[in-house]
Nanobody, 130 residues
């Protein structure tokens, strides 16, 4: 059974750091596009950081560049999102995801991530207070 379990969210103050984790089972992450996405109240889901499958390129949305880092541990079949210098506008539910056979992620010139992901975690809440 394919499953992604994300964790690590919490209530933090502006400027703090958090590391989100995502454990995969039923498939191996290293052969898929992977990423972290978030949805804030009243807003659409957006791509935060991702790694494209075909070329291994990493993308970040403009608002998190220099602050967030996505990584993958193939031995543990896990992915992570290290979030530093958190801001109140980072408050959202964060989801990890992995692409299917044709999954991908990429960023346009405006730093907006487009993607095709098939497997999703249930989400973990990150709440940043000012």
């Amino acid at each position: 059974q394919v499953q992604l379990v994300d964790s690590g969210g919490g209530l933090v103050q502006s400027g703090d750091s958090l590391r989100l984790s995502c454990a995969a089972s039923g498939f191996t992450l290293d052969s898929h596009a992977i990423g972290w996405f978030r949805q804030a109240p009243g807003k659409e889901r957006e791509g935060v950081s991702c790694i494209n499958r075909s070329d291994g390129t990493t993308y970040h949305t403009d608002s998190v560049k220099g602050r967030f880092t996505i990584s993958r541990d193939n031995a543990k079949n896990m992915m992570y999102l290290q979030m530093n210098s958190l801001k109140p506008e980072d408050t959202a539910i964060y989801y990890c995801a992995a692409g299917g056979r044709f999954g991908y992620c990429r960023s346009n010139s405006e730093g907006v991530i487009s993607y095709s992901m098939e497997y999703w975690g249930k989400g973990t809440l990150v709440n940043v207070s000012s």
